[in-house]
């Protein structure tokens, strides 16, 4: 760990440390994580300190002038006894882990928010706390890299719709450092769904249809059967008209 700096004993400036990648990566040190995991390894002075320069922070994003003694009876410490003063061993203590950091003589630059344990950090944990930071890391890892294939997909998509082939997508992915499977992925599922739109708003051609609309069939009139009828002969007087028979009486010979 570096050296403890010497510090001044009357007044700090205290500005922020900006790590673009802790600061995205990172808890703020008034998180559950940090109560959680942190406090075992920095001790509770050293979180209570960087708590109360964080709220500092959030009061004058720009930085402030912080009182030496009054920031010392503030989370019980004393600042008596020089250099070895309790306050400023905290102060100290946060400087070692890299919480903070002297840039001159009077101006101390402290992170926003505290990176997650090392592994051999973890380690030093409590079985219970070990086993919880190990699922609790876990769950962020793969949040991390849904929320990264989710964005990779956003952009590839509009990479596609402002024209770029499947090659140059690809290639622009990798050079804003997304992992070099994913990009390959994504590419491919932004020029499938650059397809699929495409084909849905292909017209379909529909028969045209006559001027004068439908043209309607005719349906042909039934044509009644003609009723035979007997045609007279001289032999026979009688044909052609009605049958003139009375039917035979019951008993009749």
């Known amino acids: 760990m570096p050296s403890q700096p010497t510090f001044p004993t009357d007044h700090l400036r205290i500005e922020t440390w900006i790590d673009p990648v802790i600061d995205r990566l990172g808890h703020d040190p008034?998180?559950?994580?940090v109560e959680t995991y942190w406090l075992g390894i920095l001790?509770?002075?050293?979180c209570w300190l960087l708590r109360r320069l964080a709220d500092g922070l959030d009061r004058e994003p720009g930085g402030y002038g912080l009182d030496m003694v009054d920031a010392a009876a503030s989370i019980?410490?004393?600042l008596n006894g020089g250099r070895h003063a309790p306050f400023m061993r905290t102060l100290g203590r946060i400087c070692q882990f890299r919480m903070a950091r002297l840039?001159?003589?009077s101006t101390l630059e402290v992170r926003r928010n505290l990176p997650p344990l090392t592994l051999a950090q973890a380690d030093r944990l409590p079985a219970p706390l070990r086993d919880a930071h190990r699922l609790e890391a876990d769950t962020t890892r793969a949040d991390r890299r849904s929320d990264q294939a989710r964005r990779a997909r956003h952009l590839a998509l509009t990479l596609v719709q402002l024209g770029e082939d499947r090659s140059a997508t690809e290639r622009?992915?990798?050079?804003?450092?997304?992992?070099?499977t994913l990009c390959n992925e994504v590419?491919?599922?932004?020029?499938?769904?650059?397809?699929?739109?495409a084909r849905a708003k292909t017209p379909v051609t529909a028969r045209p249809t006559p001027a004068n609309g439908p043209v309607?069939?005719?349906i042909p009139a039934s044509t009644p059967t003609p009723t035979p009828t007997t045609t007279p002969t001289p032999?026979?007087?009688?044909?052609?008209?009605?049958?003139?028979?009375r039917p035979a009486l019951d008993g009749a010979a």
């Open 216 to 218: 309607a069939v005719p």
């Open 30 to 33: 008034r998180s559950t994580y």
């Open 235 to 245: 032999d026979d007087p009688s044909a052609g008209e009605p049958s003139r028979s």
């Open 172 to 180: 622009q992915l990798r050079e804003w450092r997304f992992n070099a």
């Open 43 to 46: 001790g509770p002075s050293a």
């Open 76 to 78: 019980g410490l004393r």
């Open 103 to 105: 840039v001159d003589t």
């Open 187 to 197: 590419a491919d599922w932004a020029w499938e769904a650059r397809r699929k739109l």
